[in-house]
């Protein structure tokens, strides 16, 4: 049961634009969302993450949004830069979990010069 | 400050082998993870530990997986005997709670190769 989902595998996004990514969950215990970005043969590298008493973070050229009616949240990044080519999960974490964390399926992103 | 540390970076095998991989966390970073990811999936927890205690290991295959932390810092995933299936990578994460929250930090993984 994938209760975290990317639905977009890819996006492309030229050099100097926005990137949006979006993340939809379907369990409303979630209280806390990250991203992680990963470049090829490393482990995912920590990004920015959310409470669900905030609807925005905000963190350089990151930016995260949570919308908890809709169970979507989305991560933008302005501008891109080629070195944002990489995969990004999503992923989210219950109270009482033991800080499990439900990562999506990751979306990979291409910033094209 | 050093990252989490994990080898061997890559591995293969034949199945029915065993293998082990090790983590050495970040210091002062009392929770250790161990993650699974299959190709083009996100990783999934197989167990965490808390010091030397696993705090959840429900995930972990107990048939043919088992894990130690002694001395609740360096961690060991061993796999016995090892299927063809088993082909992913494996990747430990290490977490201190600050403020409230918990953010997990991941090392390079381990590729393994079941052949």
């Known amino acids: 049961d994938q209760q975290v989902k990317q639905n977009s595998p890819s996006l492309s996004v030229q050099e100097g634009r926005i990137s949006i990514l979006n993340c939809d969950y379907t369990?409303?215990?979630?209280?806390?969302f990250l991203w992680y970005k990963k470049y090829p043969a490393e482990g995912p590298t920590f990004l920015i993450s959310?409470?669900?008493?905030?609807d925005k973070n905000e963190d350089g050229r990151f930016t995260v949004f949570l919308n908890k009616s809709a169970k979507h949240l989305s991560l933008h990044i302005v501008p891109s830069q080629p070195g944002d080519s990489a995969v990004y999960f999503c992923?989210?974490?219950?109270?009482?979990?033991?800080?499990?964390?439900?990562f999506g399926a990751g979306t990979q992103v291409v910033v094209t010069p | 400050e050093a990252g989490v540390v994990q080898s061997p970076r890559y591995k293969i095998i034949e199945k029915k082998q065993p293998v082990a991989f090790w983590c050495n966390p970040i210091?002062?970073?009392?929770?250790l993870y161990w993650y699974l990811q299959n190709l083009g999936q996100g990783p999934e927890l197989l167990i965490r530990?808390?010091?030397?205690?696993?705090?959840?290991d429900s995930q972990l295959p107990k048939d043919r997986f088992s894990a130690e932390r002694l001395k609740g810092v360096d961690s060991t995933l061993k796999i016995q005997p090892a299927e063809l299936g088993d082909s992913a990578v494996y990747l430990c994460?290490?977490?201190?709670?600050?403020?409230?929250?918990?953010?997990?930090?991941f090392g390079p993984g381990t590729r393994l190769l079941v052949l």
């Open positions: 994460a290490s977490s201190q709670r600050t403020g409230g929250v918990e953010t997990q930090y």
């Open positions: 369990n409303s215990m979630f209280d806390y």
């Open positions: 959310i409470s669900s008493i905030k």
């Open positions: 992923a989210a974490s219950a109270p009482g979990s033991w800080g499990k964390l439900q």
């Open positions: 210091s002062g970073h009392n929770t």
């Open positions: 530990y808390e010091n030397e205690e696993a705090v959840d």
